[in-house]
């Protein structure tokens, strides 16, 4: 099993980004989905979390910036986020679990400066 993230990138304040996790070897449907962020120097931090059954919930810091999603046929999640502040600055990180299996991706750098 593998998740391949990609999406990120270097952007200025208030643009947008979409972050991709491509998953490998199994069914993305099967899974609750979460994205976690890891800023410097702080811990890791789950921002979005999407259940089977396509439920979402949010961090209160990107509440309304941010939308999670998957598309089933391309085995793929998504992290759409919007209006990205300098705060947002970190390696984002997808994550895939069921029961007791749990995969996560690599991480991808976001990083928000003017």
């Known amino acids: 099993v593998q998740l391949v993230e990609s999406g990120g990138g270097l952007v200025q304040p208030g643009e947008s980004l979409r972050l991709s996790c491509a998953a490998s070897?199994?069914?993305?449907?099967?899974?609750?989905v979460g994205w976690y962020r890891q800023g410097p120097g702080k811990q890791r931090e789950l921002v979005a979390a999407l259940t089977r059954r396509g439920i979402t919930n949010y961090a209160d810091s990107v509440k309304g910036r941010f939308t999670a999603s998957t598309d089933n046929a391309k085995n793929t999640a998504y992290l759409q986020m919007n209006n990205l502040k300098p705060e947002d600055t970190a390696v984002y990180y997808c994550?895939?679990?069921?029961?007791?299996?749990?995969?996560w991706g690599q991480g991808t750098q976001v990083t928000v400066s003017s």
């Open positions: 070897g199994t069914i993305l449907s099967i899974y609750a």
């Open positions: 994550n895939v679990h069921f029961g007791t299996i749990d995969y």
